[in-house]
């Protein structure tokens, strides 16, 4: 605080000795010591005055979170467009390519927010994985899904299903296929743990069956997810929005 890096929702910065004013929310934005850039770029598919959509890359966090504060969507997009209020509506994994959402307008952002919480938005993903030829899809997997051991990890436990995930085949190339997945719950990890369940574990993927250790980030080789596509009815306007990813997964490519 007597930095002036703590600031309220106005962007100004809080002293030491200043009052605290209930419900006032506070922001502070942590240094990261040695931040390493991540070399992929987000590229914006769209933007109107109430949401940006980004095609996100590997490895690129959405959110600060660990070790990551400027190398994130939120942060960069911040930074170049000047976006101070700019709020992720959902999230995908640090490890997952592809379509991301953000709110630029607080006055409607609980509308946008309410779209995945209802499960009114139509996400479709993509994955490499193992072929098994006697497995009939299409499929759904439904599960329940928890955290396990390990901050990281989820796994399938018994009880109510908090879990469904459709799963079909689009192209089989030897011993590897590549499958559509469309969520209709929002599980962390959920798309993960529900081909590892399978016995289909994504390819590449350094935390399922086998957790990685921290710091091994090997950029030749991602996770094979990815957000292939987004379908919703805007809230705001009524209108039927559709985007789709501009990025491809090369797992099955050689």
Same mark, same amino acid.
């Given at each position: 605080?007597?930095?002036?890096?703590?600031?309220?929702?106005?962007?100004?910065?809080?002293?030491? /000795?200043?009052? %605290?004013?209930?419900?006032?929310?506070?922001?502070?934005?942590?240094?990261?010591?040695?931040?390493?850039?991540?070399?992929?770029?987000?590229?914006?598919?769209?933007?109107?005055?109430?949401?940006?959509?980004?095609?996100?890359?590997?490895?690129?966090?959405?959110?600060?979170?660990?070790?990551?504060?400027?190398?994130?969507?939120?942060?960069?997009?911040?930074?170049?467009?000047?976006?101070?209020?700019?709020?992720?509506?959902?999230?995908?994994?640090?490890?997952?390519?592809?379509?991301?959402?953000?709110?630029?307008?607080?006055?409607?952002?609980?509308?946008?927010?309410?779209?995945?919480?209802?499960?009114?938005?139509?996400?479709? %993903?993509?994955?490499?994985?193992?072929?098994?030829? /006697?497995? /009939?899809?299409?499929?759904?997997?439904?599960?329940?899904?928890?955290?396990?051991?390990?901050?990281?990890?989820?796994?399938?436990?018994?009880?109510?299903?908090?879990?469904?995930?459709?799963?079909?085949?689009?192209?089989?190339?030897?011993?590897?296929?590549?499958?559509?997945?469309?969520?209709?719950?929002?599980?962390?990890?959920?798309?993960?743990?529900?081909?590892?369940?399978?016995?289909?574990?994504?390819?590449?993927?350094?935390?399922?069956?086998? #957790?990685?250790?921290?710091?091994?980030?090997?950029?030749?080789?991602? #996770?094979?997810?990815?957000?292939?596509?987004?379908?919703?009815?805007?809230?705001?306007?009524?209108?039927?929005?559709?985007?789709?990813?501009?990025?491809?997964?090369?797992?099955?490519?050689?």
């Amino acid at each position: 605080m007597a930095q002036g890096d703590v600031i309220d929702e106005q962007g100004i910065a809080l002293l030491v /000795n200043q009052t %605290y004013r209930p419900r006032r929310c506070l922001y502070y934005y942590r240094e990261v010591p040695q931040e390493v850039r991540i070399p992929f770029e987000e590229e914006v598919l769209f933007e109107d005055e109430h949401l940006i959509v980004v095609d996100k890359p590997h490895f690129l966090p959405v959110v600060p979170s660990g070790g990551y504060l400027a190398e994130t969507v939120l942060v960069r997009l911040k930074h170049k467009l000047g976006l101070d209020q700019l709020v992720p509506i959902h999230r995908i994994d640090r490890d997952t390519a592809g379509l991301v959402m953000f709110s630029k307008q607080p006055a409607n952002r609980a509308a946008y927010c309410q779209l995945f919480s209802q499960h009114a938005v139509h996400k479709t %993903y993509e994955a490499i994985a193992p072929w098994n030829v /006697n497995m /009939n899809f299409p499929l759904t997997r439904s599960s329940r899904i928890k955290a396990a051991g390990h901050f990281m990890l989820q796994h399938e436990v018994s009880g109510p299903v908090n879990a469904i995930t459709h799963i079909d085949v689009l192209e089989v190339r030897g011993q590897l296929a590549r499958y559509q997945l469309k969520p209709v719950t929002g599980q962390r990890h959920q798309l993960r743990v529900h081909m590892l369940a399978l016995g289909l574990p994504i390819l590449n993927d350094g935390l399922y069956p086998t #957790l990685t250790p921290e710091g091994q980030i090997d950029y030749a080789h991602p #996770l094979q997810l990815l957000a292939r596509q987004l379908e919703f009815t805007d809230p705001v306007c009524g209108v039927v929005r559709q985007f789709v990813s501009r990025r491809t997964l090369p797992g099955l490519m050689g």
